[in-house]
């Protein structure tokens, strides 16, 4: 059956009807007696109203349905108008008058019935359900139609006021669309084309538009699909319903008339308005709704599962794509379930279905649930509808994430989650800068300077020290730890620093490690004051003195430096028999020496000058001084080469370095220690070296503060014991081998040369250990400076 | 109502690797693949011929496996969701997706399209994934069956017109 196409008047006509049929106000179904004694009413045979009742598909279905009853109406109409009963007819009988039905009591039913032929006997025989009788109607109609033909003009007389009349809300169930579509009459159906209530939603869309373009659009849209729904329906016609409908017709008709006078304005209004919402619920529709609603979930503020609301609608007996699509349509928050409000779209929906409407793509306004979440508008429909015939305008189609947030917030964190793992596992490559810190912290357990303190003035410090290394062997209070413990803080000046640890390192505790760790200067000169310091008080000592506290900021570290050299020299070479030499060896100042690339050369030369002023002074009488000078050119020597290695500045380099320049550096160390402090390059080269020939100082400057005497003597010790120690404590006057006439001065020389010899071999390690130290830190001070000067290279 | 799988003819664009013609395509096929590996949906763009994708994505389908297989043995739950590129061809590059319950999206776009960037194909398979959601969660939708869903298509559409 084709979609039913109504004009204005059959709209509001049938709606009337339909409303005076809907004595139980279900908005949707009318009662079957009422729409039977409408029919009777329309003075149709028997056969005729159940021909009428089974193509509209109410006796399938078992009740009237609106679009049931409007097909039926139509039908009437066409029976009436002498048109052969068909499914077709209803849309092809061009200027249908409105169906009559006779009015039997009151003025509205006569006005109706004046309309009708009254062929009283088809209401007595619509009494009843009444089969089809598809072939009797024809004769029927024949006698209808010429019935017909005169209530026609009557009909149109009528016209002009029925749809005056138009059920704007006296037919709860029809949406105001029907409203909508019944163009203001312009007299006789004849003018009027028959719009299906496809067309009829096209204006919906456009609630603004003014009827006549709804109009046009109607006349421009077929009938839609779904009207072969109407086909479904059709299969139940409630011949039943029909031939009650007569009697109650008549009853009804003043209700309907009343309450179509009421509307009569408001339609007016409204038609001359904008178009109004033809999707609003009206109350009692909702009234309705609700009590499904409730039959289904008692709790109104509850939610119907899924399941449940499938049943319900399934009963609707739409296809199940449609109620797919209105359930779409209705879901708003798309949680499965239904509430109140959205049921109540979704039933209005499937009225509207069921009337022949077509789904829209977009939820209307008015059916959309009057949630807080919702007030910004989204419709369910997503995507740009076909035609906006829905209340609610094209509106920004939200997308369904904001229905949907939980599950579109996961899959961002799902996937940036997983993207920010794989982040984390690339970065997290750690610097190898640091790493020295654990090396050297542990190198030096007992060291109980952990950062670098800065001075140790005290030369019983450097005793101390001597004694400690004596006694540990690896006893390096000193400040070597606390330069290890402060990898980061490298800086330029950090590199002589470490290299001043390195050189007091190992050495005794009195040495300021810290010393040669603060860049301070001050602190440097305080060390190596200290250490000589120290080599005075341990003459004898063959530990080499705890590295004396840098005298002065600038000079402490020149001075560190130099010891450190002079460390490194002789560690180089051998055990850190030549660390004896350069604590013992006042530093003296060889700022011209230094030039380094380290700025702290030219402040470690300084405090070289002091230390040597100081250290001479302190050992007068030693022979080294006499190595003092050959340090001195050693040192110069060294100093150069140091400082192109400081330039080269590689680890490499060091360690070649410390394997050259600890010759050299033995006996420089024992008179230079200004001069490895000079070579901050060669820092930890030096360091090592200047360390190793006395055992106890890591610290360049430790060893050149220590005092010339204890330098010499561990000078003289150390070098006795090795071959290059010999050699370079040949210069010096060797005390030992003075004593060594004796046999038992010998002896005691050996066994001190020989405990001299193992403090210096720990020294050594030591001193390699914070030489690799000081070489990372030489490293991460590299680092920072082409950090600091990245255009350097450019 | 639903369009259907033969919905393919509705996404008008005239999307041709044509460049510059038009407004720039996203995605010249989108399929949804159920877990037992029958397609749930597939749609793509007119002009091409829609055998040849149907093609892709059914070899695709192997590649998918493949990535699933290697991916989620022990970690099925930290496997990520998106698969990324496939496999190219010469013309067209297909882009996996697969949601946790192995139902999988599988987007084959122009190679041409050189604007689009990986950050856009996972938000569009996000898009997909939501509307996929949608549609389950509807009741009268019987798992298995193709997708029908009118808001399916036109988000569908969405993609495969124009930029998102």
Redesign the interface.
């Given at each position: 059956m084709e979609g039913l196409t109504l004009s204005d008047a059959e709209q509001k006509y049938y709606s009337d009807l339909f409303s005076y049929c809907d004595i139980e106000s279900t908005k949707k179904v009318v009662v079957n007696g009422r729409v039977l004694e409408l029919f009777r009413a329309a003075q149709l045979p028997n056969d005729v109203v159940l021909q009428i009742m089974e193509l509209c598909g109410a006796t399938r279905l078992g009740y009237f349905g609106r679009s049931q009853f409007y097909i039926a109406l139509k039908l009437v109409a066409v029976a009436q108008s002498g048109f052969p009963l068909r499914v077709e007819s209803i849309n092809t009988v061009k200027d249908l008058p409105l169906p009559r039905f006779v009015a039997s009591k009151n003025e509205q039913e006569s006005r109706h019935a004046a309309s009708y032929s009254s062929d009283s006997e088809n209401q007595g025989s619509y009494s009843g359900v009444i089969p089809p009788p598809p072939g009797r109607g024809q004769v029927k109609k024949g006698s209808v139609s010429h019935d017909t033909v005169q209530p026609r003009t009557s009909a149109d007389a009528q016209e002009p006021a029925s749809p005056v009349v138009s059920p704007q809300q006296s037919p709860p169930t029809s949406p105001h669309t029907w409203r909508k579509h019944s163009r203001h009459p312009s007299g006789g159906n004849s003018e009027r084309p028959l719009a299906g209530p496809g067309p009829f939603w096209s204006p919906f869309g456009e609630a603004q538009s003014g009827s006549s373009a709804g109009d046009a659009v109607w006349s421009g849209h077929s009938p839609p699909p779904p009207q072969e729904n109407w086909v479904s329906f059709a299969d139940t016609p409630p011949t039943s319903t029909l031939l009650t409908m007569h009697p109650a017709s008549v009853q009804d008709q003043t209700t309907v008339r009343t309450v179509a006078s009421a509307t009569t304005a408001i339609e007016i209004r409204r038609q001359s308005s904008s178009y109004d919402d033809p999707w609003k619920i009206t109350d009692e529709q909702r009234q309705y709704y609700v009590n499904q609603f409730k039959t289904i979930q008692p709790d109104l503020n509850g939610f119907i599962?899924?399941?449940a609301?499938?049943e319900f609608?399934t009963k609707s007996k739409l296809?199940?794509?449609?109620?797919?699509?209105i359930?779409?349509l209705s879901?708003f928050d798309?949680?499965?379930a239904l509430t109140l409000d959205e049921f109540c779209a979704a039933f209005h929906l499937v009225v509207a279905r069921k009337n022949g409407y077509d789904?829209p793509?977009k939820l209307p306004e008015s059916l959309m649930p009057k949630l807080i979440d919702l007030e910004d508008s989204a419709d369910?429909?997503?995507?740009?509808g076909e035609v906006g015939y829905s209340g609610s305008p094209a509106e920004a189609p939200p997308?369904?994430?904001p229905?949907?947030p939980s599950?579109?917030q996961t899959?961002?964190e799902?996937?940036q989650s997983?993207e920010w793992e794989t982040f984390s596992e690339r970065s997290s490559s750690s610097q190898t800068l640091t790493q020295f810190d654990s090396n050297i912290a542990p190198a030096d357990p007992d060291t109980a300077i952990v950062h670098p303190v800065p001075i140790r003035m005290t030369p019983s410090k450097i005793h101390m020290q001597e004694m400690e290394l004596k006694r540990t062997g690896s006893d390096h209070t000193n400040p070597t730890s606390p330069l290890l413990v402060k990898p980061s803080d490298l800086s330029e000046e950090n590199k002589i620093n470490s290299s001043v640890k390195f050189a007091s390192g190992n050495t005794v505790d009195g040495y300021s490690s810290s010393d040669s760790f603060t860049s301070d200067p001050e602190q440097i000169g305080s060390n190596v004051t200290r250490q000589r310091s120290h080599s005075g008080t341990s003459p004898d000592n063959t530990a080499p003195p705890p590295p004396p506290p840098r005298p002065q900021p600038s000079h402490s570290r020149s001075s560190s430096l130099d010891m450190n050299r002079t460390f490194t020299v002789t560690t180089g070479q051998q055990q850190a028999g030549v660390v004896a030499h350069p604590p013992a060896v006042p530093p003296r100042p060889q700022p011209s020496q230094a030039p380094g690339p380290a700025v702290h050369r030219p402040v470690d030369a300084d405090g070289l000058i002091t230390h040597t002023s100081t250290s001479p002074q302190q050992i007068p009488e030693q022979p080294n001084f006499a190595d003092f000078s050959q340090f001195e050119v050693f040192a110069a020597s060294n100093v150069n080469d140091e400082q192109d290695d400081e330039a080269e500045k590689h680890p490499e380099v060091l360690p070649a370095e410390k394997a050259s320049d600890p010759a050299s550096s033995l006996r420089v160390a024992k008179t230079d220690s200004k001069t490895e402090e000079k070579t901050a390059a060669s820092a930890p080269a030096n360091v090592s070296k200047g360390t190793t020939p006395l055992a106890p100082p890591p610290k360049p400057i430790r060893r050149r503060l220590k005092s010339e005497d204890e330098l010499r003597p561990e000078v003289d010790e150390h070098t006795q014991k090795t071959g290059v120690l010999a050699a370079v404590l040949a210069s010096q006057p060797s005390i030992p081998r003075s004593v060594g006439k004796d046999k038992k001065a010998i002896q005691a020389s050996i066994r001190r040369n020989k405990e001299t010899n193992t403090v210096l071999a720990r020294l050594n390690s030591e001193l390699q250990q914070q030489l690799k130290d000081v070489l990372e830190e030489r490293i991460s001070l590299e680092v920072q400076l082409e950090q600091l000067r990245p255009f350097s290279h450019l | 109502?639903?369009r259907g799988l033969g919905g393919r003819v509705t996404s008008g664009g005239s999307r041709d690797a044509v460049p510059g013609a038009g407004p720039p395509k996203m995605a010249v096929c989108i399929a949804v693949i159920a877990k037992e590996n029958y397609p749930l949906y597939i749609r793509s763009t007119p002009t091409e011929n829609e055998l040849k994708f149907h093609y892709m994505v059914h070899t695709s389908l192997d590649v998918v496996d493949e990535k699933i297989s290697a991916m989620g043995k022990a970690l099925v739950d930290?496997r990520?969701?998106?698969l990324g590129l496939l496999y190219p061809t010469e013309d067209y590059k297909v882009y996996g997706y697969v949601t946790n319950s192995k139902v999988k999206f599988v987007m084959v776009v122009d190679s041409s399209n050189t604007a689009l960037r990986d950050n856009e194909i996972?938000s569009m398979f996000?898009?997909l994934?939501?509307?996929y959601?949608?549609v389950m969660?509807?009741?009268?939708?019987n798992p298995g069956d193709r997708i029908?869903?009118?808001?399916f298509d036109?988000?569908v559409?969405?993609m495969m017109i124009q930029v998102c």
């Open positions: 599962p899924g399941s609301a499938k609608f296809p199940i794509l449609e109620l797919s699509h359930w779409e879901d798309k949680d499965g789904l793509e369910v429909g997503d995507q740009p997308s369904k994430s229905s949907m599950l579109n899959w961002p799902l996937n997983s | 109502m639903g930290q990520e969701l998106y996972r996000r898009k994934h939501n509307s959601t949608d969660c509807n009741p009268f939708y029908q869903s009118r808001a036109n988000m559409t969405s």
